[in-house]
Nanobody, 120 residues
Framework: QVQLMESGGGLVQPGGSLTLSCEGF????????MAWYRQPPGKQRELVAS?????IANYADSVKGRYTISGDWRSLSLQMSSLKPEDSAVYYC????????????????WGQGTRVTVSS
């Protein structure tokens, strides 16, 4: 059974930094990429960053230069810096794959989420 567990969320001031972690258990060989999503209050869940087994990372435009994704299905992290109030959301870890065009494809493996609040 695939399980993902996020941790590291909390309250941080604008301009501050935070690192999220995700531990994976029971992964399948078909999983060849991992990602972080976030869901701001009242909005849809959105892809923030992904990384393939080969270490190729991609980022949403809104977080480029501020966020860094690293790791694999066993241990995945998201380093966040220069945080803004609009970064406030519940952050989710996801296990998935990559399409032939290089797009991240989420599988139905999600963690419970960890809340990040950026506020003074």
């Amino acid at each position: 059974q695939v399980q993902l567990m996020e941790s590291g969320g909390g309250l941080v001031q604008p301009g501050g930094s935070l690192t999220l972690s995700c531990e994976g258990f029971g992964m399948l060989m078909s999983i060849n990429a991992m990602a972080w999503y976030r869901q701001p209050p009242g909005k849809q869940r959105e892809l923030v960053a992904s990384v393939t087994r080969r270490g190729i990372a991609n980022y949403a435009d809104s977080v480029k230069g501020r966020y860094t994704i690293s790791g694999d299905w066993r241990s995945l992290s998201l380093q966040m810096s220069s945080l803004k109030p609009e970064d406030s959301a519940v952050y989710y870890c996801n296990a998935g794959g990559v399409t032939t065009s290089g797009t991240y494809q989420p599988y139905n493996y999600w963690g419970q989420g960890t809340r990040v609040t950026v506020s003074s």
